[in-house]
């Protein structure tokens, strides 16, 4: 599955909630943590198992993914379970979002919640502070685990840092949570770009991220999602590429042959795992137009 874009919505905006799953992204996260006002998490907790359900009950599914972000186990994650993972919301729901991840024992204490809900779903672990960063590996090699999120704006504040525009202050922690996602083999997700009306330093940090090795980057308005996708799109000649490895892999594993070359290149497992990540990205791209 490729999450080029992941789009947070309001839990406490219904219309919001509606209109996400038809923007493009890949993913779409109903948002019952920080988006939504401590008075309003009830409500904003009714508003997402309604949305759940009509998802769930859409006969037109899959579309894109849908993820849930709950509070941390200890700081509301149990109620938010509890008003969002009801039978008919749950056929509407693919992965949860955990903030402030900070040790692998919180994806596990998570995935445990949703267990004794009779739930079994993939988290996407938002690594936002100092702990989190440094404990990047254990949190992405644990089972649970299906992406590492970064969130450079809480990592900032919880440093002390500064954020400038060049992101300087944050870049090994950015290279860090990549790395630590690439080791583990799952998603890696970068750090959204806080204005939205500011295309052209949206497509400058997406094409960084791409740069540095992420496979997709958070939005927070319907504008940012197409010069997301766009940036994590390869070129038709990148398909063609990728499409001549993953044949040439089939014809050598029928043969028997653990080696072989594509277009005068000596291909490996790295080159294999590429290819892969660029046909899915294609298809992603094909789904949502």
């Not at 894109?64 to 200890?74: D, K, Q």
């Not at 690594?127 to 404990?135: I, P, R």
């Not at 766009?230 to 892999?249: D, I, M, S």
């Amino acid at each position: 599955m490729a999450r080029r874009s992941v789009l947070f919505a309001p839990g406490d905006r219904p219309e919001l909630l509606e209109k996400a799953p038809t923007t493009g992204a890949d993913t779409v996260v109903f948002d019952l943590e920080d988006a939504v006002a401590p008075e309003r998490k009830a409500e904003a907790g009714s508003a997402v198992r309604a949305a759940l359900t009509d998802l769930g009950a859409d006969g037109s599914r899959p579309g894109p993914e849908v993820c849930v972000r709950v509070r941390p186990p200890g700081r509301g994650a149990a109620a938010d379970l509890d008003a969002t993972l009801g039978e008919e919301a749950r056929a509407g729901l693919d992965a949860l979002v955990l903030p402030k991840t900070e040790s692998a024992d919180d994806v596990t204490d998570l995935a445990d919640l949703a267990a004794e809900r009779d739930a079994d779903l993939p988290i996407l672990a938002l690594v936002e502070t100092a702990a989190g960063v440094l404990h990047a590996e254990s949190i992405a090699a644990v089972e649970p685990t299906d992406a590492l999120v970064f969130g450079a704006e809480d990592l900032a504040a919880d440093i002390g840092a500064t954020r400038t525009d060049d992101g300087t202050e944050v870049l090994h922690a950015r290279e860090h949570v990549v790395l630590a996602a690439a080791a583990a083999g799952v998603d890696a997700i970068d750090t959204l770009h806080t204005d939205f009306e500011d295309e052209a330093g949206l497509r400058a940090d997406t094409e960084f991220a791409l740069e540095l090795g992420y496979d997709g980057k958070l939005a927070i308005h319907p504008s940012q999602v197409g010069p997301i996708n766009e940036t994590f799109t390869p070129a038709p000649e990148r398909v063609e590429w990728a499409e001549r490895v993953l044949a040439a892999k089939e014809d050598a594993d029928a043969e028997g042959r653990g080696v072989f070359a594509v277009d005068g290149e000596m291909v490996d497992a790295p080159l294999v795992a590429r290819a892969e990540r660029v046909v899915e990205r294609a298809r992603a791209a094909e789904r949502s137009e």
